[in-house]
């Protein structure tokens, strides 16, 4: 036991009245511990693993299977799902990004159909999809905007949201905001849909031992607080409301009608249908799978790319700067069209685009792409193929990551029929990105991201999970509105690499931040290069530690080279980089595989 006082009658004697106010006081002031979400300390990981397994397997709450700890982070395995939704409230860098209050171990692929879709039976039986998943549990529903989880876990995350909503208020603190539950969902007001549902839930699923336990060790081993909800189901409906058995949510003078509960199914057959390998398609790849890692809108225009998985022959990866309606892109600006050399990429073989270079398996799509020094958006897409090998065009896009520099980021999410004034540079995010493949940077004319490889579970190795957390992290990026960042680094076969600092040099300082720059090295102007100048006669430390990333030549002997770790966790060979200190260097070899 960590913290004491978690006793039900010892922790709520304080109380003169079970309002909001007071509860809140008492689960925010209680809160005496914010875990790490991955680290090689005890993070959100490992208190999943404790908190909703058995020692050596995990449930999972949309599939209401076990599954072994192992897998934690792989894209065929299990990841930590946050059931309020990052894109209805919860940040990065606060408390509510790491509660796991309202954690829980999810099937990798049925949390991304889950996505940020709100809790609620459908709306309409005629598109509604019933399992929500084809893995997902038979008892479970979905359609665009709902998602009604498996009937066994209904009341535990009601309890879970009612918590969140009373344990983050705002409170004056720029990384919280005001989570409110409601039957009129909106991102910007925070306020995550459907309140009516949750009561009903709430009430239908009662409180269980399971559920008891699990609250108990949250308290005295991981966080110190404890979910009110779940020691006085009673609470509820002083701060929320009744439950009514109304089948209708109304809200700003409309309603709709609910779907009846969905019953339990015969199982399916957990293998879909095999789509075949078709020229052109996406073939496998899947929101996240490739991400843009550095863009220059100053002259010459350039992006690279960075595939978090192998990407296989003759795929078709398109790149656009224009903006995403909902429906299809407006066609002011330019598409590009990347076709996978014969015998695919590696996870790590960066590509990219630039003006005049890399004319070789590049295509131009339509219009001209042309990024804007005032702020543009860039996503990568696919087309998905169905069973005959067609491609469906835009009834069948798969986004694959993006990102935004407008001044004032996305406009707003997809939503056909807005009014938001898409263009040149205000583009809506595609749901299927906006939580973890799809930053909306501040305005700058030129960024590159950067990977904190010691805060990966398994450090110096990092998984696509940890990889795409950090890539959606504002502060691992770095812009500038100088000069870009250098591109001659593309097409070549680069690591995740160690942020340990070699020995020589110029001066290094012990509590240098451990970054690295993935598959470019940055490169300033004469302006800050004499500033480096000067800071290294007088052997004072750089503000940073920068990574060089050498080009290697040989990809063909990476390739031969290469092991598997069972299905992924594909491994590179070492590759040298320069480590940055001052104007001068030191050569080390250090490895980190995306695993």
């Known amino acids: 036991m960590v913290f004491s006082g978690c006793g039900v ?48 397997k995990v449930d999972l709450i949309y599939r209401g299977i076990k599954m072994s700890n192992s897998l934690q982070g792989d894209t065929d395995g299990w990841n930590r799902e946050h059931l309020w939704p ?14 796991v209050h309202h954690l829980r171990p999810a099937d990798w692929g049925v949390n991304a ?77 925070a306020k995550l849909g459907y309140l009516s549902e949750l009561l009903r839930w709430h009430e239908a699923d009662p409180v269980d031992s399971a559920e008891i336990a699990r609250n108990s060790k949250v308290c005295e081993d991981y966080q110190g607080n404890r979910n009110p909800f779940v020691d006085h189901p009673e609470y509820v409906s002083g701060i929320f409301g009744a439950a009514n058995d109304q089948s209708e949510y109304n809200c700003g003078g409309g309603s709709a009608t609910l779907s009846p509960t969905p019953s339990p199914v015969d199982p399916i057959d957990p293998t879909p249908t095999p789509i075949p390998h078709v020229e052109g398609a996406c073939n496998g790849l899947e929101p996240g799978d490739v991400i843009p890692i550095a863009v220059n809108t100053n002259n010459p225009d350039s992006v690279i790319f960075l595939p978090l998985v192998d990407l296989p022959q003759f795929s078709s990866i398109y790149i656009t700067d224009n903006a995403w309606t909902g429906l299809n892109f407006y066609r002011n600006e330019g598409i590009k069209v990347f076709t996978v050399p014969e015998g695919g990429m590696l996870q790590g073989e960066t ?14 799509e339509s219009g001209s792409f042309s990024l804007s020094t005032q702020g543009d ?29 407008a001044s004032d980021g996305w406009a707003g999410r997809e939503e056909p029929g807005n009014d938001y004034d898409y263009g040149s540079t205000h583009s809506a995010v595609p749901a299927s990105l906006e939580d973890f493949a799809a930053p909306a940077l501040p305005k700058k ?42 591109t ?73 080279s290469r092991t598997t770790a069972g299905s992924k966790g594909l491994q590179h060979e070492k590759l040298k980089v320069a480590v940055g200190k001052g104007l001068k260097g030191a050569k080390m070899k250090s490895n980190l595989e995306l695993v």
């Open 86 to 99: 990052k894109s209805y409230g919860v940040g990065y860098s606060g408390s509510d990004f790491t509660d």
């Open 351 to 364: 590509f990219g685009w630039e003006v005049g270079k890399w004319s070789t398996h590049w295509a131009s």
């Open 113 to 189: 159909a889950r996505g940020n879709k709100q809790f609620s039976a459908c709306w309409d039986s005629n598109e509604c999809t019933i399992p929500a998943n084809y893995e997902a549990a038979t008892d479970t529903s979905s359609d665009s905007e709902r998602w009604m989880p498996p009937v066994a876990v209904r009341g535990d995350i009601a309890r879970a949201m009612f918590y969140m909503a009373v344990r983050y208020d705002g409170d004056d603190d720029p990384d919280l905001k005001d989570l409110v539950l409601s039957d009129c969902p909106s991102k910007d007001g």
């Open 445 to 486: 004319k030129n960024y590159g991201f950067l990977l904190n490889t010691e805060s990966c579970k398994k450090s110096p190795s990092c998984t696509r999970e940890e990889v795409l957390s950090q890539f959606m992290d504002l502060s691992n990026w770095e812009g500038s509105d100088l000069d870009g960042y250098d």
């Open 488 to 560: 001659s680094v593309v097409d070549s076969v680069f690591l995740l690499t160690d942020g340990g600092q070699g020995g020589g040099g110029g001066g290094g300082d012990e509590d240098m931040m451990n970054f690295i720059i993935i598959g470019m090295a940055v490169l300033f102007g004469l302006v800050l290069s004499c500033v480096f100048c000067l800071l290294c006669r007088k052997k004072e430390p750089t503000p940073q530690s920068r990574f060089d990333m050498t080009k290697n030549n040989h990809r063909n002997n990476m390739r031969n």
């Open 9 to 56: 009658s010892e922790y709520y004697s304080s109380l003169t009245s079970s309002s909001a106010s007071q509860l809140h006081t008492l689960v925010k002031d209680t809160h005496r511990q914010t875990l790490p979400y991955t680290s090689t300390a005890t993070d959100v990981w490992d208190a999943l693993i404790d908190l909703d397994g058995d020692g050596s």
């Open 377 to 405: 958006s860039v996503l990568a897409y696919c087309f998905g193929a169905d069973a005959n090998g067609e491609v469906n065009a835009w009834t069948n896009v798969k986004f694959l990551g993006g990102l935004s520099t």
